[in-house]
């Protein structure tokens, strides 16, 4: 049995084989970026895969995210598979042009004659202390882009499980790593390691009946503790893991709200425009008669990144969470 | 402290700074030519291939027909916008010409020519500004990336496929076509850049055909020509005169020769001009004067090959006769496809957006598709 085996490891430790057995699967799989080759990048992530599969697998390019992408939109169109780092959530920004006239639409340009089946890797959300520009939440600006799937692991199992899925998908698809849970640990064994049938379907880590915390990636463990702690006010809190934005897992929404009744959104973006407006908006399409009190979010605040000694002001916590909790109109 | 005092100070300083300082390459050899580099009218036109001339000048006096066909379906509604090449033929041409059959083409917008000339149908070249598709062909079949609209994004594109086939020991050259406003963007920079450090058997055409819309190149750059941008890159720039079908052939040629053997990127500037506006919807008297487009005019690319080839014996009358009963023949058939109207099916516009419709999208399509059911019966 695999559990046997099992022992505590990393989710940087399980992105990293993940990408070490894609590459090892399929030779058409590339990884490329700032820093990945000898350094094996900056969170270590890509450690080992240029010494094993050599520099022209696993290749440090010149600083330029356009470049880099767009090179990687060339080398899809030859055959490739491209897995792309970007260092940071706010350094993918110059690639943006690529990601979006070009990557998201290729598919559809040519009638599906052309797919671009490339992984971008962005490291995203704060915590960390990080100076500005290193603690981004930008997933809104990636899931306004039809044509791109927006993937986003909270786990060491669905980190390996999700990237090897979104490596062999055809589509593009921006891949989120919280870097915050980079170090996270949990029993895993990685000569083993538990796949997932595909990307787009969302995962209760923790049943409840009186409110569904609907959260993803950096998120997770905050609503799981405001779960746990919510048991002493007598609240019986579902967790809902979304794993990825796009495609958005709509039934297990809706399947859970129908059952609890309530709902609150967490996650680390901007309120306004965020994923949770989105999701607010389907679950009041869909569940409205059977919800007991309007949906409410957990988010950012609606301004730009907070310096890092303010940040814990500002990314949803388990007391914030919990003050929404009490909003949700028990008394009915 | 004192200097004297600092670490590394006394038996190990260094006079002179270690040798990373240095330039690493020599940069003479990458510097294009004074002056664009000319075969018609000179000496060297004596050496001319016959062969290949009377099929450029085939393909030049077609190239100019479709041209005008182009422009004429714009007015008649059947296209929705077309960037002419009147004046650029020659480039389109040879940047069509000089590939072989597992190369590939990188064009922008403005180049559905040299599509053409690679031997796509007109009709799919001309999908994307007719409106019906953005793309009308499968570019893998013809090699034939799908035309860019966003200015040099298609460049990074070129460099990553060359990269790829080389890495996987095929024998394909990149061919990527560019403006002199492109050469402006960032990606023009990231391109070049990541050509030159991978080696990438790539050729960069930049077409300098005077005006990015209506902003002319003095406004565009600095540059003593588009093609010294090259050096800085570290790979050679070539100055080429962009009218003569010739010489932008045989500085291709040698570009394409040097991709091949393994040599890297070279980038070539050939010097021309849009005779026509922008495009039909652009009014080019109000940033430029005609004394100006006469100037060019008599320096047609068209006109100079035909001149040439005449005076040398190696065309006669009825071979110019029989390029342009060639040339009706096309532009008769292309007038008479694009005067159908195309068979659209809306729901086609959700068929491509992912390899596997999301939930959201079926129900978007099933909207739509009720739309229409009901459009149908009332």
Not at chain 2, 33 to 45: H, K, M, N, Q
Not at chain 2, 235 to 254: I, K
Request: hydrophobic residues 40%; proline residues 7%; charged residues 25%.
């Amino acid at each position: 049995m695999t559990t046997v085996a099992a022992k505590p490891a990393t989710m940087a430790q399980a992105l990293n084989r993940a990408m070490r057995d894609a590459m090892a699967a399929d030779p058409a799989v590339h990884v490329m970026g700032e820093d990945v080759g000898t350094l094996g990048g900056v969170f270590r992530i890509t450690d080992g895969l240029a010494k094993e599969f050599g520099e022209d697998r696993c290749t440090d390019t010149p600083l330029a995210e356009a470049g880099i992408l767009g090179t990687a939109v060339g080398m899809a169109m030859y055959g490739l598979r491209p897995v792309v780092e970007m260092q940071f959530d706010a350094f993918a920004y110059p690639a943006f042009e690529q990601l979006i006239s070009h990557v998201a639409r290729m598919r559809n340009r040519t009638r599906g004659a052309m797919p671009l089946p490339i992984t971008i890797r962005v490291p995203y959300g704060g915590g960390i202390g990080g100076v500005e520009h290193h603690s981004d939440s930008s997933e809104a600006y990636y899931t306004a882009t039809p044509g791109l799937h927006v993937v986003t692991p909270a786990t060491v199992e669905d980190a390996y499980g999700l990237l090897r899925a979104s490596i062999a998908s055809d589509d593009p698809v921006v891949f989120m790593e919280p870097k915050r849970l980079y170090w996270s640990k949990a029993d895993w064994n990685p000569e083993a390691p538990a796949g997932v049938p595909g990307i787009g379907k969302a995962l209760v880590r923790r049943a409840g009946t009186g409110a569904t915390l609907i959260t993803y990636g950096p998120s997770l463990p905050v609503c799981l503790e405001a779960a746990e702690a919510a048991r002493e006010e007598g609240w019986d809190l579902e967790v809902l893991d979304l794993r990825s934005l796009v495609p958005f897992d709509e039934e297990a929404v809706v399947a859970s709200v129908r059952r609890t009744g309530r709902a609150v959104i967490v996650h680390e973006a901007n309120g306004f425009g965020g994923p949770g407006a989105e999701i607010a908006a389907r679950i009041q399409e869909k569940c409205f008669h059977h919800l007991e009190a309007p949906v409410l979010r957990v988010t950012g605040f609606d301004i730009p990144y907070p310096p890092p000694m303010l940040e814990k002001h500002h990314l949803p916590g388990v007391d914030r969470i919990l003050d929404t909790v009490a909003r949700l109109q028990w008394e009915n | 402290m004192t200097v004297q005092e600092l670490p590394g100070a006394g038996a190990s300083h260094r006079s002179t700074p270690p040798p990373a300082w240095r330039p690493r390459t020599d940069a003479a050899p990458l510097l294009p030519d004074p002056e664009p580099y000319r075969v018609l009218g000179t000496p060297a036109a004596e050496e001319l291939d016959a062969d290949l001339m009377r099929r450029f000048h085939a393909e030049l006096v077609r190239g100019r027909r479709y041209n005008a066909q182009a422009t004429a379906l714009t007015r008649q509604g059947r296209l929705a916008v077309y960037p002419s090449t009147v004046g650029q033929e020659a480039c389109e041409i040879a940047a069509a010409l000089v590939l072989q059959e597992q190369d590939w083409l990188f064009p922008s917008y403005r180049d559905t020519l040299a599509a053409v000339a690679r031997g796509l149908d007109p009709v799919q070249a001309l999908t994307l500004l007719r409106g019906d598709w953005h793309t009308g062909y499968d570019p893998r079949e013809h090699r034939i990336a799908p035309l860019s609209t966003p200015l040099a994004t298609q460049l990074p594109h070129a460099v990553g496929l060359a990269h790829a086939a080389r890495l996987r020991g095929d024998d394909v050259v990149a061919l990527a076509m560019v403006g002199d406003g492109g050469t402006s963007e960032g990606d023009f920079h990231e391109a070049l850049n990541f050509a030159a450090v991978w080696k990438a058997p790539v050729v960069f055409l930049v077409q300098n055909n005077g005006f990015a819309i209506s902003v002319p190149l003095s406004k565009q750059t600095a540059a003593p020509t588009l093609a010294h941008k090259a050096v800085g890159y570290g790979m050679p720039g070539r100055l080429v005169d962009g009218n003569d079908v010739a010489a932008v052939h045989e500085v291709l040629s040698e570009a394409v020769r040097r991709a091949r053997s393994g040599g890297g990127p070279t980038l070539v500037e050939a010097v021309t001009y849009r005779i026509e506006a922008h495009t039909n919807a652009d009014d080019a008297t109000r940033y430029r004067g005609d004394a100006e487009v006469e100037a060019w005019k008599a320096h047609d690319p068209v006109a100079l090959l035909e001149r040439e080839l005449t005076a040398r014996g190696i065309l006669d009358e009825q071979a110019v006769q029989a390029a342009k009963d060639a040339a009706e023949e096309m532009a008769a058939d292309l007038r008479e496809r694009m005067n159908a109207d195309p068979v659209l099916n809306p729901m086609d516009i959700f068929a491509h957006v992912y390899a596997e419709q999301t939930g959201r999208l079926r129900e978007q399509a099933d909207m739509l598709r009720a739309e229409l059911d009901a459009e149908e019966q009332s």
